[in-house]
């Protein structure tokens, strides 16, 4: 299983990667690799800069993927149902910035028009 990692260094940054646009609590990630597609899973090590030692580990499923030019490392996962308790974590920890949910995700949308247009 493909391990994917998210290190925000704030309750700012983390809510900057949530994407409100889909149901479940899904998350921006730029992976490293381009060998990943819609629908696979994947394992998401989260590193709180207050939290020592290991990651949390997240069960997630790819939900989108930017499939052109330098965005093609970014996509969308959605953390599994079955983890309510770590999805409630991650919201907790970003409860006071939900006006930054989307800001990621919608520069990346605005990116990659912009450079379609060319």
């Known amino acids: ?8 260094q704030s309750a700012t940054e983390l809510a900057a990667h949530v994407v409100p646009e889909f149901q479940s609590l899904t998350l921006l990630i730029n992976s490293e690799t381009t060998d990943i597609a819609v629908d ?5 090590e989260f590193q709180w800069p207050d939290i020592e030692g290991k990651p949390l580990c997240l069960e997630v ?3 989108f993927r930017f499939e052109a030019g330098e965005l093609k490392n970014w996509l969308a996962v959605a953390v599994l ?5 770590l999805i409630h974590h991650l919201r907790y920890l970003c409860r006071h910035h939900t006006n930054e ?9 605005n990116d990659f028009c912009h450079s379609n247009q060319r």
């Open 1 to 8: 299983m493909l391990t994917l990692k998210l290190s925000p």
């Open 40 to 44: 696979d899973r994947a394992r998401l």
């Open 61 to 63: 499923s790819v939900v």
């Open 81 to 85: 149902p079955s983890q309510q308790a």
């Open 101 to 109: 949910y989307g800001k990621l995700f919608h520069q990346l949308v």
